[in-house]
């Protein structure tokens, strides 16, 4: 993610309790990873020092600080696919996925009615359930 994306995710948590962690959530989903150039411009875009950030970033082991070799699967975490149950097929991906496919959170694919939902390279996938989405992480893990 480039200064722009960094602004654009910090706009969309400000004034929010507690800004931190969402933001880095959302430079993950958008990148895989969060890079010390990110590091720094949260930190400054948030008032906070770099050591401050990092730390955050170290003791959460959800946060890589560097990119990933494994397939992704990005998986909708966002409230409409919350509430077609993505939380509970979230922490089964994780399981099944083991360490052969990166699983990552994203906010919104724009399938909201049609969720839980997920892409897997450039195609989007909807209404997953334990089966579909078990195809797609063996899909993913190739
Ligand atoms: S909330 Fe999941 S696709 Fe919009």
């Not at 909708?76 to 149950?85: D, K, L, N, S, W």
């Not at 991906?93 to 990166?102: G, H, I």
């Amino acid at each position: 993610v480039n200064a722009a994306d960094i602004d654009a995710i910090v706009d969309r948590h400000a004034g929010r309790e507690g800004p931190l962690l969402p933001i880095l959530h959302d430079v993950q989903a958008a990148q895989g990873w969060i890079s010390e150039p990110d590091i720094v411009a949260i930190a400054k875009a948030l008032n906070l020092s770099r050591a401050e950030v990092s730390g955050v970033v170290s003791f959460y082991h959800d946060f890589r600080r560097a990119p990933t070799a494994l397939p992704t699967l990005k998986l909708c975490r966002a409230e409409a696919c919350q509430a077609r149950g993505s939380e509970p097929l979230a922490r089964w991906a994780a399981e099944q996925a083991e360490c052969r496919v990166s699983v990552e959170t994203v906010y919104c694919l724009g399938l909201c009615s049609v969720g839980p939902a997920a892409m897997l390279g450039e195609d989007v996938h909807a209404r997953l359930d334990r089966t579909s989405l078990g195809e797609l992480l063996v899909r993913a893990a190739g």
